[in-house]
């Protein structure tokens, strides 16, 4: 092995890297490996490895550069999907008109009309009180057709109105049939 340059020297030939002797055992071992398996190869011994494909399942598809349905999908449209597939949107739509009920009859109203439920086109509303429920009776007509512009046309084809809960005399679990109700009890 030659020896390092003495640090005193300041010449260009001080700047250069030193080459060591290189290991020969590594590339006589790898061409001798290669022609061995040359050799083999002409003479028929060894085989090409041949990769095992998976079987392919019926109606599976094998992955692309073009989008498929297994791609990542946004969530919004794999929800739209979702309802359209179980019938679900005119119920989701209603529901969404349920929530926005202020702004869609009048904030007046609204404190004293509450929607209640939608079953095969009939809105029922329940209101605070008898007059309330008169009012919205003449004002249904026009509350169909503000209702089926924003659900579209058809959604609801009529307003069903119910006044307040009647309070309840029944105290217990008896009670009497053909009983008058309550009655004054104080004199």
């Known amino acids: 092995m030659p020896e390092p340059p003495d640090s005193s020297d300041s010449g260009p030939e001080s700047e250069l890297p030193v080459d060591a002797e290189h290991d020969k055992q ?3 071992l790898a061409k001798s490996l290669a022609g061995r398996l040359k050799q083999q190869a002409a003479a028929g011994g ?4 041949k990769r095992r494909r998976r079987p392919r399942i019926d109606g599976a598809q094998i992955s692309s550069a073009r989008p498929d349905d297994r791609d990542p999908q946004k969530l919004t449209n794999t929800l ?3 309802m359209r597939d179980q019938g679900w949107e005119v119920d989701v739509a209603v529901h969404g008109v349920m929530a926005r009920w202020p ?3 009048g904030r007046e109203m609204a404190e004293h009309c509450t929607p209640e439920s939608y079953e095969d086109t009939v809105l029922t509303v329940r ?5 309330w429920a008169t009012q919205l009776k003449l004002l249904a007509p026009d509350l169909v057709r503000r209702l089926n512009a924003e659900l579209g046309e058809g959604t609801v084809t009529s307003v069903k109105v119910q006044g307040p809960h009647a309070p309840s005399w029944r105290k217990g679990p008896r009670t009497v049939r053909g009983g008058r109700g309550p009655r004054d009890t104080y004199g």
């Open 26 to 28: 590594g590339l006589d």
């Open 46 to 49: 060894i085989k090409p490895v």
């Open 80 to 82: 739209g999907r979702l």
């Open 103 to 105: 702004s869609i009859v």
């Open 127 to 131: 209101t605070s009180s008898t007059a």
